[in-house]
């Protein structure tokens, strides 16, 4: 069947999309312009505004007059209420689809046919998702769907950082454990099975809980190469350190809630290992307060606690770093997870070699191997190993001696 006639027969199919906003005036602007230039024309288009303070509710009503739903709410409730809200109105309507997407996205112009017809294609499929390309450089993957990595607690992006034309173009698609809230497609009777977003987990953790929910009730997750979206963020534009507390208390709640009791108390351990290195990495670059909230997002965690935390004023506030000392000259760089849990001492052998973490923090390999071994060897990791109740060491060993 010809392309052109895949549209004609999918266009009686509707779609509602629901684009979640804060304080992103230009940005959202700019989502919307490449919503109503899609050649699968949506039915509807809500915009869930999280209690913006900038234009951004004024600015969608000047520009797209009649043509934009706006659910405004009291207060920021987040991506995870943000996208509660959105899907509770699209299952109040008629639409068979739900396009979720981040004020921050650019859809190309054939994404959204792309998504209706793969849906259509394979009806085992209960989301598909774009894949997500980075808009800073337009040919690098962001994250093509993730796989949840059960053994170490955490996920895995796939593909990303793959740059297309240089190593080729992925298409087709790919079995994944989640796709990203930025841009994915729901049929709304999936949403009707499985419920809406958590609206406790807030930010960060509450798509891939949702996804946990769609897999557990019989679906497959899809990451469909050939529906490309741009995205501005993917975790990396921080203005402060809520991000970085609801990320590891979601991160931990979600493990809490979704392993075995045995499973659990081993990942358990291995989480707390990695908070105290990640504690220990912030102190190495000048940053005691991000430590702090790291313990105590640790703490909320593992005991259940959800919802919007409260915190003193200047408690988030993103920490002025010094200038790094980087030991030689950076002549090639290594990307790896961790700047410090992943170095190795072959790599510290290599002259000019630098390691980069996914959060820009950079140092030579081997200055990073040599505070890798200093990290092993603190009176706090030992203790860390060896405790009965290793969160009472984590917690009360505020400092390490660097």
Not at 57 to 83: M, T
Not at 176 to 192: E, M, Q, R, S
Not at 261 to 286: D, S, V
Not at 327 to 338: A, G, I
Request: proline share 3%.
């Amino acid at each position: 069947m010809s392309g052109a006639s895949i549209l004609n027969l999918v266009q009686a199919i509707t779609v509602t999309v629901i684009i979640c906003n804060h304080n992103r005036e230009q940005l959202v602007l700019e989502c919307l312009q490449s919503v109503f230039q899609q050649s699968f024309k949506p039915g509807s288009v809500l915009v869930v505004d999280n209690a913006s303070t900038d234009d951004s509710v004024a600015s969608i009503g000047r520009k797209f007059p009649d043509r934009v739903e706006i659910l405004p709410n009291a207060e920021n409730l987040g991506s995870a209420g943000g996208f509660a809200v959105g899907m509770k109105e699209a299952l109040a309507g008629s639409a068979h689809y739900v396009l979720l997407l981040d004020s921050d996205t650019l859809l190309r112009e054939d994404a959204l046919e792309h998504l209706v017809n793969h849906i259509q294609d394979y009806p085992e499929c209960g989301v598909a998702g774009a894949k997500i390309m980075t808009a800073k450089n337009r040919a690098t993957i962001q994250e093509f769907g993730a796989f949840i990595d059960w053994e170490k607690g955490d996920f895995i992006k796939n593909q990303a950082g793959f740059k297309e034309g240089r190593e080729g173009v992925i298409n087709g698609f790919k079995f994944v454990d989640y796709v990203p809230a930025c841009c994915f497609l729901v049929p709304t009777g999936v949403i009707k099975k499985v419920g809406v977003f958590r609206e406790d987990f807030f930010l960060y953790w509450d798509d891939i809980e949702w996804s946990q929910r769609v897999r557990m009730g019989g679906y497959q997750i899809h990451a469909v190469g050939d529906a490309v979206c741009w995205h501005h963020g993917g975790g990396g534009m921080k203005n402060s350190l809520i991000p970085t507390y609801y990320f590891w208390r979601n991160r931990i709640v979600f493990f809490k809630e979704n392993c075995a009791p045995p499973k659990w108390r081993g990942l358990r351990k291995t989480l707390l290992h990695e908070a105290a290195l990640a504690a220990f990495t912030c102190e190495i670059f000048f940053r005691p307060r991000t430590a702090k909230i790291i313990r105590r997002a640790v703490a909320d965690g593992l005991v259940g606690m959800l919802g919007v935390a409260q915190f003193e004023v200047g408690e988030t506030a993103l920490e002025k770093v010094p200038g790094q000392n980087l030991d030689c000259s950076p002549e090639f760089v290594k990307v790896v997870n961790q700047v410090i849990g992943d170095a190795r001492e072959a790599w510290s052998e290599t002259a000019n070699l630098m390691l980069q973490d996914r959060f820009g923090h950079v140092l030579s390999a081997k200055r990073a191997w040599e505070l890798k071994l200093q990290f092993e060897n603190s009176e706090s990791e030992t203790e860390l190993n060896g405790a009965e109740n290793p969160l009472d060491v984590f917690l009360t060993r505020p400092a390490l001696c660097v």
